[in-house]
């Protein structure tokens, strides 16, 4: 017979049905945490914080087992036991104290405890990033893991100045580029609770954004076969079809194939769009042949003149 042991995070009501002895002949069923991680958890690393949860199993004439976590306020409460400190602490320390603080109650018995499973926060990610706010993050995540998992950095972030700010007001520099190319954890780190993390803007943006007549020159132009031609915002990032989105997509008589972009009067090649390029949507092969006529008005008029070509040989 199975008993499963759900999830208590801090609640205080269903404890005293938690805390019902168990038969020698019960097995305790509990659910193991989905979070992908590095490699086992060290306990002497391991930083306990609210939302964490401990299995606490203690045997003496009867045989109890807890599954508890962490409260907000950062204390753990056993019921029949008392509340404990463990925030800030390892999670090794965590449990000899809180095996301490049960064997003061419950002489001669045996403790057993473990992490069942691991916390998760908030953290804001701002600057060089399409969709700035607050990240979920797991205790055991690297700031990697949620940059990739993002998949939102902005076409001008600066992989090599990434800023941490700390709870403790401390920042640090992190090289991502780096970490990329030798795979160093200095410049992986992983996120803890209050930590604030700011991606830098490259210095081409910089750059662009201060040069002189910027004010006239922050318009992108899209002209040619498409519904709404005319000048556009510049919007730091945007590609070609993004701004060929924006004027409403190319006309029944254009063609997105052949789209081209000029800078300064020139021809440039690639995607990535400045203040004052033009982009210009061509008239489509089809437009050129047959103009604004359809094709079956085009037909008819060639059948028309064919039977009177004919009709005038005879």
Same mark, same amino acid.
């Given at each position: 017979?199975?008993?499963?042991?759900?999830?208590?995070?801090?609640?205080?009501?269903?404890?005293?049905?938690?805390?019902?002895?168990?038969?020698?002949?019960?097995?305790?069923?509990?659910?193991?945490?989905?979070?992908?991680?590095?490699?086992?958890?060290?306990?002497?690393?391991?930083?306990?914080?609210?939302?964490?949860?401990?299995?606490?199993?203690?045997?003496?004439?009867?045989?109890?087992?807890?599954?508890?976590?962490?409260?907000?306020?950062?204390?753990?409460?056993?019921?029949?036991?008392?509340?404990?400190?463990?925030?800030?602490?390892?999670?090794?320390?965590?449990?000899?104290?809180?095996?301490?603080?049960?064997?003061?109650?419950?002489?001669?018995?045996?403790?057993?405890?473990?992490?069942?499973?691991?916390?998760?926060?908030?953290?804001?990610?701002?600057?060089?990033?399409?969709?700035?706010?607050?990240?979920?993050?797991?205790?055991?995540?690297?700031?990697?893991?949620?940059?990739?998992?993002?998949?939102?950095?902005?076409?001008?972030?600066?992989?090599?100045?990434?800023?941490?700010?700390?709870?403790?007001?401390?920042?640090?520099?992190?090289?991502?580029?780096?970490?990329?190319?030798? @795979?160093?954890?200095?410049?992986?780190? +992983?996120? /803890?609770? =209050? #930590?604030?993390?700011? $991606?830098?803007? &490259?210095?081409?943006?910089?750059?662009?954004?201060?040069?002189?007549?910027?004010?006239?020159?922050?318009?992108?132009?899209?002209?040619?076969?498409?519904?709404?031609?005319?000048?556009?915002?510049?919007?730091?990032?945007?590609?070609?079809?993004?701004?060929?989105?924006?004027?409403?997509?190319?006309?029944?008589?254009?063609?997105?194939?052949?789209?081209?972009?000029?800078?300064? @009067?020139?021809?440039?090649?690639?995607? +990535?769009? /400045?203040? =004052? #390029?033009?982009?210009? $949507?061509?008239? &489509?092969?089809?437009?050129?042949?047959?103009?604004?006529?359809?094709?079956?008005?085009?037909?008819?008029?060639?059948?028309?003149?064919?039977?009177?070509?004919?009709?005038?040989?005879?």
């Amino acid at each position: 017979m199975s008993q499963s042991i759900p999830p208590q995070y801090g609640r205080v009501d269903s404890r005293k049905e938690e805390a019902q002895p168990l038969q020698e002949s019960q097995d305790i069923q509990i659910s193991s945490s989905s979070i992908p991680l590095e490699g086992p958890i060290d306990p002497q690393k391991y930083i306990l914080g609210p939302g964490d949860k401990l299995g606490i199993d203690i045997i003496s004439n009867t045989h109890m087992f807890f599954s508890l976590a962490v409260n907000p306020t950062g204390d753990i409460l056993i019921p029949s036991v008392g509340n404990i400190q463990v925030a800030g602490i390892s999670l090794e320390k965590a449990i000899v104290d809180i095996t301490q603080l049960i064997l003061d109650q419950y002489k001669n018995s045996k403790v057993h405890i473990s992490l069942l499973e691991i916390r998760s926060f908030l953290v804001p990610i701002t600057g060089a990033v399409l969709n700035p706010g607050h990240v979920q993050v797991y205790s055991t995540q690297r700031l990697w893991n949620i940059l990739n998992y993002m998949e939102d950095l902005h076409p001008y972030a600066d992989d090599k100045s990434v800023e941490i700010s700390h709870l403790n007001r401390e920042k640090e520099i992190i090289s991502l580029k780096q970490y990329l190319i030798d @795979g160093d954890d200095m410049n992986n780190p +992983i996120l /803890k609770e =209050g #930590d604030r993390v700011y $991606i830098t803007f &490259s210095e081409d943006l910089t750059q662009m954004l201060t040069e002189k007549n910027q004010a006239v020159e922050a318009i992108v132009w899209v002209t040619g076969f498409v519904e709404y031609p005319g000048s556009y915002k510049y919007i730091p990032g945007y590609t070609i079809q993004q701004y060929v989105g924006l004027a409403g997509g190319a006309l029944e008589f254009g063609t997105e194939k052949g789209i081209y972009m000029q800078r300064s @009067g020139k021809t440039v090649k690639g995607d +990535i769009v /400045k203040p =004052g #390029d033009k982009i210009i $949507i061509p008239e &489509s092969l089809k437009s050129k042949w047959i103009g604004n006529a359809s094709i079956m008005q085009t037909v008819t008029a060639f059948a028309s003149l064919y039977l009177t070509y004919i009709a005038a040989t005879k």
